[in-house]
């Protein structure tokens, strides 16, 4: 075993795991860590609990392991995409002053090292983090109240008429920033779950999806993180919270036991999930190095 639990468990200010992203705080464990390890080598490109696993037959993102620094008051976990032009990510786990700095500076030397171009810090924060930035990590708990289906415009996407259906691409294309260009070349291809779709006069406005249930680390049944937009012009009408009531129903009704969402700190979705009364797990703040 190569990582100290002892040492990397009071630092785990956020549950984020490097590659894995957000996990539910009952499956943080050290398994977690040593399985990224084991998985930076090509023969194992995923693991079986990665959500991921449905984009592509090969990850993208891999923990460099001979580079990692594991002391007894800090963590320096750093990873390495090749998509585009490249990137290597520094996750700091640690309280000391400096321990973005030290962050940053492996980073900038590890992007030299393997030849890309970016090189960033990721910083997990707690929840009681004050005038926090970045990223907020949220929690549904399914298992804690009802998720009524409340009706209003949405459907699956395959339930709309023709007519209706045929909207869905100049949606995507207007929301190509926030993945639905990609989403719809994989609802195209056959190759995501059921998405869900906000319609106002015959036309496609909002959509979120795939609607997906698989076992996390420990076989927990898990609603995976959608794409979830509404075009501008349709917004202000309650749409978006329309579209998520109804992803979380088909979630609760499905078996899921609970979804974790990333949001932008003060973004839309951010202050929808809040209000809806989700948990805040804490932060991520990513700064350049």
């Known amino acids: 075993m190569f990582f100290h639990w002892e040492w990397l468990r009071p630092v785990l200010t956020a549950p984020v795991v490097p590659t894995l992203g957000p996990v539910h705080p009952h499956a943080l464990t050290v398994d977690l ?29 891999t923990v460099l392991r001979e580079d990692v620094v594991h002391q007894p008051d800090h963590t320096l976990i750093p990873t390495l995409t090749r998509r585009g032009r490249g990137a290597v990510k520094v996750f700091a786990y640690g309280r000391h002053r400096g321990i973005v700095e030290d962050a940053a500076e492996l980073a900038a030397k590890l ?36 998720c009524p289906d409340l009706g209003g415009p949405v459907r699956p996407v395959t339930d709309w008429p023709a007519v209706v259906r045929e909207t869905f691409a100049f949606f995507a294309a207007a929301m190509a920033a926030d993945g639905l260009a990609f989403l719809h070349t994989r609802m195209r291809a056959g190759q995501c779950g059921l998405v869900l779709a906000a319609v106002v006069e015959e036309r496609v406005v909002g959509a979120i999806g795939p609607m997906e249930v698989r076992p996390d680390a420990i076989g927990c049944p898990q609603l995976l993180p959608q794409y979830f937009a509404v075009l501008p012009e349709a917004r202000g009408q309650g749409l978006g919270r329309v579209l998520w009531q109804a992803a979380m129903h088909w979630g609760q009704s499905h078996g899921a036991a609970y979804q974790l969402l990333q949001t932008e700190v003060g ?14 797990l804490g932060f991520t703040h990513t700064t350049r190095a």
């Open 111 to 146: 992007a030299a090292v393997h030849d890309v171009v970016h090189a960033s810090v990721v910083r997990p924060l707690g929840p009681e983090t004050g005038r926090p930035r970045g990223t907020r990590i949220q929690l549904q708990d399914f298992t804690a109240r009802p």
């Open 267 to 280: 973004g839309p979705s951010d202050g929808l999930c809040r209000s809806e009364g989700l948990t805040s």
């Open 33 to 61: 860590f040593e399985d990224t390890l084991r998985a930076a080598v090509p023969e194992r490109p995923f693991l079986h609990y990665d959500k991921d696993r449905r984009w592509s037959g090969e990850k993208s993102e």
